[in-house]
């Protein structure tokens, strides 16, 4: 990218490091699968390795949502927010416990949502962030895009800027055209 004045500005080391990054563009239900099964992988790590440490897969659970809002393709970003939650709540089947069969499991899973809210909005708002920015930038790059081929597509005017203006402000002038005689037309029968 060029500044202004045609020198070009020196990039930061770590955007340089952040490009060598894996950058894959996923669909929605792809970023939706990415993030579930990474979620219930975590959850699944954390019960075998830590006995289930809420502060560890909540402290897990940003950057997943931060990854999912970032390589989500630009047409699904709407679904990083959304998508986000839902793998919360998988990954925190394996460590609420609750026994008692599917009942007693359902409400381990729906009190570990109540008591671990701050990470599952945390996590949102982190997605969310991060999927406004993209989309903010993207806006701004299609509006540059067709500044520039506006630019690029008019002729260049040796006129006054006031002269062209009006010049464009009147209509028009209709070309006159003589009417074809109109001739009676016959029933069909």
Not at 125 to 152: C, H, N, S, Y
């Amino acid at each position: 990218m060029r500044a202004p004045e045609g020198r070009s500005r020196p990039v930061p080391p770590v955007v340089l490091a952040l490009r060598k990054l894996p950058n894959p563009r996923l669909t929605g239900i792809g970023a939706g699968l990415f993030a579930a099964a990474s979620m219930l992988v975590l959850g699944c790590l954390d019960l075998l390795l830590l006995d289930g440490s809420p502060f560890v897969f909540g402290a897990l659970f940003l950057p997943v949502s931060a990854l999912t809002a970032l390589w989500v393709r630009p047409a699904d970003l709407v679904t990083a927010p959304i998508i986000v939650p839902i793998a919360f709540t998988v990954g925190v089947i394996p460590i609420a416990g609750g026994t008692g069969g599917f009942g007693g499991r359902t409400m381990a899973v729906v009190t570990a949502l109540a008591v671990h809210a701050g990470w599952l909005y945390g996590g949102t708002l982190v997605a969310g962030v991060i999927a406004t920015v993209r989309k903010v930038r993207l806006m701004r790059q299609r509006q540059r895009r067709l500044l520039l081929a506006a630019q690029t597509a008019r002729p260049a005017q040796t006129a006054r800027p006031g002269q062209a203006a009006a010049r464009t402000a009147q209509p028009p002038a209709r070309p006159r055209t003589s009417r074809p005689a109109q001739t009676p037309r016959r029933p069909q029968r």
